[in-house]
Structure formats: C-alpha cells, structure tokens
C-alpha cells in the first residue's frame, strides 16, 4: 500500500508533466500556424505541365507590403529555381501579399504561381525596367523609335512555361506611363505586362491583370500558347491597352476570357509594314472562344493592323462583345504586304455597336516613310456567321483597296436590330466582294451573291492546340503570409 503523501505527489507531478505536454503542444500548434512551410493549404490547379519543386518568394527575401521592392526576390527565386530544369522543374509561389516589383525574366520548365490574395504591383521606378531592343518584325518601337522597355514578366528562348493562380492579380500600376505617353515624354517604347518571345509551350491563364502600361499579354515569335481563364481590365479611355496580343505565332488557343480594354480586347498580329514582310513570320492556326470584350472605341478582335507577315487559318467563335465599336475588324492598307485570308467567325453575340462588320483598307499608321506602297495585302476568304447583333448604328464599312479587292467575304445567317438614330446608309462596301444569305438588313451589292447551301464556312476539324490536355497540379499556399 502507498503512503498517503507519496500518491498525492505523484499526482501532483503527473498533472504538471500532462500540463508541460497541452503546453507543447498549444507552442507547436501556434508555430504551426505561423510557419508557412508548416501550416498551408493544398491548391490543385491546370497546367501543360507538373514541377517537381516548389518555392515560395519569401524564401528569397520577398516581403509582401507593397513598399518594398522585391525585384531582386524575385529574379534571385527564379535564377537559383532555374538550376532544377532538368530534374522535374520548378514553381515559384507568390503567396498572399502585395509585391511590388521591376522587370523580371522567366526561365524554362517553370511554373510561376500567383495566389488569389496575393497581387504583383509594378514598379513605376523606371530604372527597375531594363531596356531591350526592338522587335525585328516591327523595326522600331511602337510608342517611340528607339528602343523598348523590357515587360514586367519577360522570357525569350523558353520551353514549358506557365504563369498561372487561382485569379490572383497583376497591377500595372500604368498611370504613369499613361500620363508620360499624354504628355509626348516617352523616348522609347512603353513596358507591357507580358511578353513571351521565341518559346514554345506557354501558359497564361487564371490571373486579373489591370492598368498595364501598354498591351497586356503578348505572345511573340512562339508556338504552342494557350492562354485561357483571364480577366483584363483597364480605362477604356486609355490607349494602346489591347487585351492579348498574338504576334507572329502559331498553334495558339484563347478562350474564357473577359477584357474591358481602351483598345482592341484581342489584335492578332505579325509584323509592321517592311520589317514584317522582310521577317516573314504569320500567325496561324489560331482558336478565340467565348470571349466577352468591352471597348467602346476599339475591336471585339482586330486582324492588324500590323499584319505584314500574315494572318491565317484563325476561328473565332462565341464571342460577346457590349458597348465596343466593332467586333471583327480587319485593318491593313497600301505598304502592308502580307495577307488575311482563311478567316472563320461565327456565334457572336453583339450589343451597342457602331459596327458589325468592318474593314479598313486606309490604316495609316506607318512603322516610318520607307514603306513600299506597292506591297498590298491580301484579303481573302473572310467567313462570318450567325451573328445576333442589337442597338447598331451602321451594319458595316466595308472598304477595301482600289485595285486590290478584299474578295471572298461571305456573311450569313445574321440579324442585325439598329439603334434609335442609326445611319441611314446601313452597308458602305467599296472594293470588296463576296457572298451572302439571310442576312437583314440586306446586304450591299457586292454581297448579294447567294452563298452556298448552309451559309458560310466554319471548319469542323480540330487545331493541334485544341487537343492539348492540361494535367492536375498541385501547390502549397500558406495560411497566414
């Protein structure tokens, strides 16, 4: 039997070992909690392809208040991620917080992944942008003519690339450069948000991207791009800010996409006048799918007017475009060379509008004087179809050149309801000619010609882009930043 005193010490000892223990374990579970390596939430998203490692950008030194910069976090993250390459890749987690940040270069195999509560604010330090030369296909820089300032995310020379979150955001922070482009100030050509040069399989998708300086997302020089799930938004008052940009590229893929833009929400590309024909390097093979455009001075989807290399086999289908000033636009003119041909839209769905349709064969703006007004555009087999259209002010303008026809326009299956004060010449078609059935108001006639049985042509095979899967990934996102 135990005496009295000792049982009740031994108790007494036990119940501070077990409250030494609840001690412990409350200590561990705090710092748990406050251990982003420790305490995180499992996120599965879509992607061309898995990493086999993971980092977060405050393991670089990044601090997430939207005061400091985080530049060099970040191109120290992705310097040191790119040695693993070739051991399965790598993803840089950006996770809650506001960054703020210069120009940064990508690498390849890489995944950089941008938390739903975590936004990427650009620098508006100018010496936190490099400079980076010209494009070759354009031979001078858009805003100015001497050279450009790199994008806020950059890469050139990339295989298997993928910039990707669960919505989470990218400030241009653009009003500065905005301001600078008003005031004629700007020596060389503005930063863009993204761009993307010479790679091969690229994703961008799942992010809000606002105020970029200049064009949001563009693919340049590249191939095998899908870009899907964005939302773009910037003052509609405010130029040059097109929503993506295809440039030169092939076996692209854009869907799920909603842009309110003070440009053009898509302008695919290839080149500017004497630089691009010399380049010579077309988009091709292009699929836009359920889009939704707000831009009340600018396209739906613009062909140009850069388009000296070429442009097509493009399919552009369910597009919803409100309050913008036209839905598929070509622009081309005498200088341009090039072609726009294969060409397939159809399922649009259209409200306010200046116009439904329209081409322009008098884009003036020149790269420089040394254009050759003898190098004229192609413009064939330009396809429209179903289209449901309200509150239009004019139908179409549809202008080609004197002595280059646009040729092969064919529009069906559209009804188009006019504005309160519409204009009252409906279709304007000079230069033009082509086919077209049930269409009302009836068409102009260089349209008249009856299209064949069961309206214009849409392809029903697939593009190689289109049959790419995207794989299950995962990534560790921290409970508290």
């Known amino acids: 039997m135990d005496h009295p005193r000792k049982s009740t010490k031994t108790c007494v000892t036990m119940m501070k070992i077990s409250a030494v223990i609840v001690l412990a374990l409350v200590s561990l579970a705090t710092v748990d909690a406050m251990n982003p390596r420790l305490s995180s939430n499992s996120l599965e998203f879509q992607a061309i392809n898995c990493r ?36 399965g890749g790598a993803q840089l987690v950006v996770p809650p917080g506001k960054w703020l940040t210069g120009s940064f270069n990508l690498t390849s195999h890489f995944t950089l992944f941008i938390d739903k509560e975590a936004t990427i604010f650009a620098s508006q330090n100018e010496s936190e942008w490099p400079l980076v030369t010209v494009l070759p296909s354009y031979g001078r820089g858009r805003d100015a003519p001497g050279g450009r300032y790199s994008s806020l995310i950059f890469g050139t020379n990339l295989t298997d690339v993928v910039i990707t979150g669960n919505n989470g955001t990218m400030d241009g922070q653009g009003s500065y450069w905005w301001e600078k482009f008003h005031k004629g100030e700007l020596k060389v050509t503005r930063p863009y948000m ?75 590309k290839s080149g500017w006048d004497e630089y691009g024909i010399k380049f010579g390097m077309p988009t091709e093979n292009l699929v836009v799918r359920r889009l939704t455009c707000i831009s009340p001075d600018s396209a739906g989807i613009a062909l140009g007017s850069e388009m000296s290399g070429g442009i097509r086999n493009i399919r552009i289908e369910n597009v ?49 004087d040394k254009f050759d007004p003898s190098a004229l555009p192609v413009i064939k087999n330009i396809n429209y179809r179903d289209v449901v259209a309200e509150n239009v002010t004019m139908s179409a303008n549809l202008a080609g050149i004197s002595g280059d026809l646009f040729t092969d326009i064919c529009v069906s299956n559209v009804k188009i309801g006019l504005s309160v004060k519409p204009k009252k010449v409906q279709w304007n078609c000079t230069d033009i000619e082509g086919f077209s059935s049930d269409v009302d108001p009836p068409p102009c006639a260089p349209l008249a010609k009856a299209a064949k049985s069961g309206g214009c042509d849409f392809p029903e095979d697939k593009l190689p882009i289109e049959n790419v899967q995207l794989k299950s990934c995962s990534v560790e996102i921290p409970a508290f930043s």
Request: with cysteine; charged share 20%; net charge negative.
């Open 52 to 87: 086999k490692h993971s980092a977060l950008l405050t393991e670089f030194g990044g601090v997430g208040d939207g005061v400091t910069s985080n530049t060099h976090a970040f191109r120290q993250a992705i310097e040191h991620l790119s040695t693993l390459a070739a051991d």
């Open 194 to 268: 993204i761009e993307i040069m010479y790679s091969d399989q690229i994703q961008i998708s799942d992010l809000t991207l606002i105020n970029s300086p200049s064009w949001f997302v563009h693919p340049i020089y590249s191939r095998n791009v899908i870009i899907q799930g964005l939302t773009i938004l910037a003052p509609v008052t405010v130029p040059n800010t097109d929503g993506i940009d295809p440039d030169s590229c092939s076996n692209i893929r854009i869907e799920d996409c909603y842009i309110v833009s003070g440009d053009d929400c898509i302008a695919i």
């Open 320 to 368: 919803t475009a409100i309050n913008t000033e036209s839905a598929v636009r070509i622009k081309t003119a005498r200088g341009r060379g090039g072609y726009v041909k294969d060409i397939f839209v159809r399922r649009m769905f259209l409200t306010t509008m200046k116009y439904v349709f329209w081409m322009t064969g008098d884009y003036k703006s020149h790269a420089d």
